[in-house]
């Protein structure tokens, strides 16, 4: 049976090339790095050279980059080091956030007693600069942190990182981004930002699971966030994940390296989706904000009340699609999107996120549109297309 993986926002297929940059290290370098011999050398040297090519893709140092176990690892380092090494009193921050910041937040409230000003999101997802200005100016001298997403997961729309980090300077905050869904799939130059940390996960660019990593600025002092030995320059207790830090860098590299090319293949991809889900079915929207910045490997689609609805997603899978109706890590909830909840989409109406690769094909999206018009009312018309 063909299948169509639409999902990439969750997860996206490990490539060849990372794979095979992986395969000798777990064959032939099995060393601890934190060993003084041949093969712990030999290990070590594996290991800095992924750093230095991280370091590279986003115009870090060396020395400001930390391997995690990915992004969430890497988002509760930044906010809860924040808090407990550099005297942060205060967060602004969004509704929209991953939940591994919206949860880490709310740890450090209840544990911390940190103020929180929650930015309220248009129906585009959007914050407005003018809010985030007074909520800084206001701030009364308070110790800030600035945490913001640099694209939505669910709906794509994204903030202006430049814009904000200048915003942070001026009023003498620390600004901190999860950029999960943007690493790889767009140029961030840390020389060009006001950021102080920044966090990426190597699945979300064809990289293995379980490893990432967090920018740290040289100016920004924290203390470990695990405790244990020296590893990471004393940053992060632990043997290293070597044959994923190697993936990831390896990923990264191929990222970086065919970005031009992937971003124009993506968006003609997500381009023609859109145009053939309205071209086919009746009273189509789409969350976020598709003709602003946005995320282009994401199409966050409205469908119509129906009974069917509930069971779209299953009726997808059955299909032989593999989509989502929001983050991967709340699949499993009850509760709806707390994204939509806070752009205040009709409940009434059924949310699925489409997000593609570099892998992905028009005849894929002509396969999911054709399966859809079983579940999903169809124009009584079908157009004619050239």
Not at 85 to 109: F, K
Not at 324 to 346: N, P
Request: hydrophobic share 40%.
């Amino acid at each position: 049976m063909q299948r169509v993986y639409f999902d990439n926002a969750a997860t996206t297929p490990i490539s060849e090339e990372v794979i095979n940059a992986i395969v000798p290290v777990l064959r032939g370098q099995f060393g601890n790095p934190s060993s003084i011999h041949a093969e712990g050398r030999s290990v070590r040297s594996v290991l800095e050279a992924a750093r230095k090519m991280v370091a590279q893709c986003i115009g870090a140092s060396t020395g400001e980059i930390f391997f995690t176990s990915g992004g969430t690892e890497s988002n509760n380092m930044a906010i809860k080091c924040a808090v407990r090494d550099m005297g942060v009193t205060r967060i602004i921050s969004s509704p929209t956030e991953h939940h591994c910041g919206t949860h880490t937040i709310e740890s450090v409230v209840q544990q911390a007693g940190v103020e929180v000003v929650w930015l309220p999101v248009n129906h585009l997802g959007r914050i407005d600069y003018a809010d985030l200005e007074r909520a800084l100016h206001t701030g009364n001298g308070a110790k800030t942190l600035v945490s913001l997403m640099h694209a939505n997961n669910e709906i794509g729309t994204m903030i202006d990182v430049h814009r904000v980090g200048a915003l942070c300077k001026e009023y003498n905050a620390w600004f901190h981004s999860d950029t999960v869904q943007t690493i790889g799939h767009f140029p961030l130059n840390v020389q060009d930002l006001n950021i102080h940390f920044l966090s990426g996960a190597a699945h979300k660019f064809h990289g293995p699971k379980g490893v990432g990593f967090i920018y740290i600025n040289s100016e920004t002092a924290i203390k470990p966030f695990i405790d244990g030995g020296a590893q990471e320059r004393n940053m992060r207790g632990g043997t290293e994940n070597v044959y994923g830090i190697v993936g990831l860098a390896k990923a990264l590299e191929l990222a970086c390296t065919d970005m031009d090319a992937r971003m124009n293949h993506i968006r003609g991809i997500r381009d023609y989706m859109r145009a053939q889900l309205e071209a086919h079915f009746d009273d189509i929207q789409f969350n976020g904000d598709l003709e602003g910045e946005c995320l282009y490997t994401v199409l966050s689609v409205s469908f119509p009340p129906s009974p069917k609805n509930e069971l779209m997603l299953f009726n997808m899978d059955i299909a032989g699609i593999s989509v989502s109706g929001g983050s991967a890590c709340s699949s499993g909830a009850e509760k709806g999107s707390h994204v939509l909840e806070a752009i205040k989409a009709d409940p009434e109406r059924k949310s699925i996120r489409f997000s593609f690769s570099h892998y992905n094909t028009k005849e894929e999206v002509d396969f999911v549109v054709d399966k859809m018009k079983a579940f999903v009312p169809a124009k009584t018309q079908e157009p004619v297309l050239g």
